[in-house]
């Protein structure tokens, strides 16, 4: 075992410095996790400036937010505002020096409160009403008051992640039948809610959108998620050991699972200092892009899908399948591939595994890039997707999406440059990004990754060194934190974790890249054409099975039609036959 | 349009004949886990490090039996088991069409006898368990003395053996001072 003993560079200090400069006497306190990751706890009450500071004035971005419940610790509830600093955005310069600073502050747990940052950062939103569900920290101020995670039928005073409330297999009784949700109003037009009754999940992973109308334009649009949140956070705090735990993150996605178990990983080695083999960094590197391959190619079979070029989607997806016996190949599985523990990885890349990885790469080269060609020469496709979903750059900046939802607004903004991480630093690659600001700009950004990752998996095949794989023999210190970041094929994962006193995570913290581009979506939504709607909420590559219904609310007439989510689809595909003017849904008068 | 029907034509039917056919997999592909009864000493090493609560173990102190029990519902095929086994005893094989007609089926059981303690009469540790540290211990050139005092020592339980130790130590103590 090698413990990170040399002198660390402080990257970031200047953004600190200036911290201090500003606001002296209210930041209490200092301390790195890692070189380039800083934590400063700062007084209650300048919370919402000093993000603020940080977020518009030294570019920073939010990556996450982690409340936590320390009373056992020092006696206070503690918040974790998680940025990554990157200095001024001007000319996608990558100059400036990154680093994470995490704005720390502790809520006395007599006085439950803090100023919330949304009105300042409006990136915060999901977030500051996520810790209001989980730990009953009110925001004050929050513009959106509603739940986010809890379901409304969840007794009010529980809140599950405090550390006194509730065994993790504790089931409440529902304290209501009903749907209480509110969704949002559209102003002027008067609109009649409409309660939906009980849930009808068909799919694995439902949400309710809820699209207002004027004939076939989008207005406006709100959606409810967290259906089946199923509290893999408290289930890792309270029966799971820290090696455990990566087969966990593994299943937090079905696609991107492997990038949930680095980002997991790293975070404990990073807290522990344990230096991964160099070996494994690129074996996890490897595997990162095989992910990233078919996650991509999925997402470009459901593009032509979209534009009603299913040929497309069934070529697209059996080339696909190579990428997914690479899967199996290298790691014994198609998914949840398994293969990390703290410290490296669990299997080797042999020499015959090599061979054929490399071979397979060749044909897939050639053959996506064929099938690229002929998706381009669709008329349909440019016709469908220029200007469509537009992502303006300002509210972009606003949320901190991520992945090639941002970057298809103009910003050169990928993890694996800004904080590279296993060998990402190592290995030659360019980053893609476009200004077209819509779903075309989006769908392309994947197609350039693809292939930028099918060269990516042949370098580091070539280059890895020989050497062991995994890090044996290390201690586990209490209470020690840091962050674990990961590059998805959807943007970045970001896990906080901390480790506790029993062989079990104190806090975990995991951030999917969807969490981030959901608030924005609804801006990409607006000013949109109803049969584009589902081609849009494609282009941000959600996990997708997830839209099972959609409300339409005409805002002159004020009615409600409740359409289900294949017809949606289907309309979305042919164009023809609105489901607004089809008589074949419920429709429901406003009184 | 053209190259699209020249690449429909070129790749033909993608679909496998699977399950008419069987189906290739890649070698060391993760499938259910093969248990060897006869291997294995119930130690629960597997227990302890599944992460999906598929093996348990569940010990009778009035019956002295331990029985290590396997549920593939439950199973992730992560193959942790297989890396913790000092004995080899649990092997993942390729097998993954694991549906069955009968419930009861998807479980797996085996009983392992438990030894008693010479001292106090109840039961500790699985006889096999024992055996295995004792052989180990037997490969280790100790002098016959040595192995013998070992021998005696695995035939008592750890609450006992502090019992009997703690006057040893106060002797020990006194000689000190």
Redo the contacts between chains.
């Keep these: 075992m090698t413990l990170l003993t040399k002198e660390r560079t402080k990257i970031g200090q200047k953004y600190v410095e200036a911290l201090r400069t500003r606001f002296g006497n209210s930041i209490l306190d200092e301390s790195w996790q890692a070189p380039d990751q800083v934590t400063v706890t700062v007084e209650l009450n300048s919370l919402p400036e000093v993000v603020e500071m940080l977020y518009y004035q030294q570019g920073g971005w939010l990556a996450s937010v982690a409340g936590n419940d320390e009373r056992p610790l020092n006696g206070h509830f503690a918040m974790y505002y998680i940025l990554s600093v990157e200095g001024s955005q001007e000319n996608n310069s990558q100059d400036a020096e990154k680093a994470y600073v995490v704005v720390r502050v502790e809520i006395p747990p007599h006085k439950p409160e803090f100023p919330a940052v949304t009105p300042k950062v409006p990136a915060a939103i999901w977030y500051e009403r996520e810790v209001r569900d989980m730990f009953g920290l009110q925001p004050v101020g929050l513009p959106d008051e509603r739940r986010l995670v809890l379901p409304d039928d969840w007794p009010d005073e529980l809140y599950p992640l405090r550390k006194d409330t509730m065994d993790y297999r504790f089931r409440p009784e529902p304290t209501t039948e009903e749907e209480t949700y509110e969704f949002i109003k559209v102003e002027g037009e008067g609109i009649v809610q409409i309660p939906l009754g009980p849930l009808h999940i068909t799919s694995d992973e439902p949400g309710h959108f809820r699209l207002y109308v004027d004939g076939e334009n989008i207005v406006d649009a709100d959606y409810r998620l967290f259906y089946v949140h199923r509290g893999m956070e408290k289930l890792a705090e309270t029966r799971l050991h820290y090696d455990q735990v990566t087969f966990l993150a593994d299943r937090i996605c079905g696609i991107c699972g492997y990038a949930h178990n680095v980002a997991y990983s790293t975070s404990i080695e990073r807290a522990l200092g344990i230096e991964v083999p160099e070996r494994a960094e690129y074996i996890r590197t490897i595997l990162l892009e095989v992910e990233r391959l078919h996650s991509h190619l999925l997402n470009l079979g459901l593009a032509c899908h979209f534009v009603g070029f299913d040929t497309g989607f069934m070529h697209f997806f059996r080339v696909r399948e190579k990428t997914m016996k690479m899967a199996e190949l290298l790691t014994g599985t198609r998914k949840t591939y398994g293969m990390n523990l703290i410290g490296g990885v669990r299997r080797d890349i042999l020499k015959d595994q090599r061979v054929k990885v490399l071979q397979w790469l060749k044909e897939l080269r050639g053959e996506v890039t064929d099938l690229v060609g002929m998706l381009l020469e669709t008329p349909n496709i440019v016709q469908r997707t220029l200007n469509i979903g537009r992502l303006e750059p300002q509210v972009a900046r606003d949320y901190s999406p991520v992945g090639p939802t941002l970057r298809g607004s103009g910003f050169a903004r990928d993890i694996r440059v800004i904080h590279p991480y296993c060998a990402y630093d190592r290995v030659p690659w360019k980053l893609t990004y476009k200004d077209g600001c819509d779903v075309l700009a989006r769908t392309l950004i994947r197609a350039e990754e693809f292939f930028e990752s099918v060269s990516m998996v042949e370098r580091c095949l070539d280059g890895m060194p020989e050497g062991p794989v995994l890090t044996e023999g290390f201690k586990y210190k209490p209470y020690q934190f840091a962050l674990g970041y990961v590059e998805a094929p959807r943007g970045e994962d970001i896990h906080w974790s901390m480790l506790g006193d029993n062989q079990k995570l104190y806090r975990w913290k995991c951030r999917a890249s969807s969490y981030n581009n959901w608030p924005a979506l609804r801006y990409m939504l607006r000013g949109n054409m109803i049969s584009d709607a589902a081609l849009i909420v494609a282009s941000i590559d959600p996990c997708y099975s997830c839209t099972e219904r959609v409300t339409l609310v005409d805002v002159r007439k004020k009615d409600v039609t409740i359409v289900p989510y294949k017809e949606m689809e289907r309309y979305c595909r042919e164009r023809k036959d609105s489901p607004l003017k089809s008589a074949n849904f419920g429709r429901i008068k406003a009184k | 349009m053209l ?2 029907i020249k ?2 034509l070129r ?1 033909g039917e ?1 679909t496998l004949p699977y399950p008419f056919a069987p189906i290739e ?6 499938g259910k886990p093969q248990h060897d009864p006869e291997l294995c000493i119930a130690c629960a090493a597997c227990a302890i ?1 599944c ?2 609560n598929a093996l348990t173990m569940v010990t009778d102190l009035d019956q002295g039996f331990q029985t290590w029990s396997y549920f593939v519902g439950r199973c ?5 088991c297989e ?1 913790v086994c000092p004995t080899g005893a649990i092997v993942l094989s390729s097998d993954f069409e694991l549906a069955v007609m009968n419930k009861a089926d998807l479980y797996e059981q085996a009983d392992y006898k438990l030894a008693a303690c010479r001292e106090c009469g109840i039961y500790f540790a699985p006889v096999k368990e024992i055996q295995y540290v004792l052989a180990l211990l037997e490969q280790s050139s100790l002098s016959a003395e040595r192995l013998a005092q070992e021998r005696s020592l695995l035939e008592v339980c750890p609450e006992c053996r502090r019992k009997k130790d703690i006057p040893k130590l106060v002797s020990l103590y006194q000689e000190a001072i």
């Design positions: 190259k699209l690449e429909i790749v993608a997999l890649s070698p060391g592909y993760r490090a992460p999906s992730i095929y992560c193959a942790r890396e």
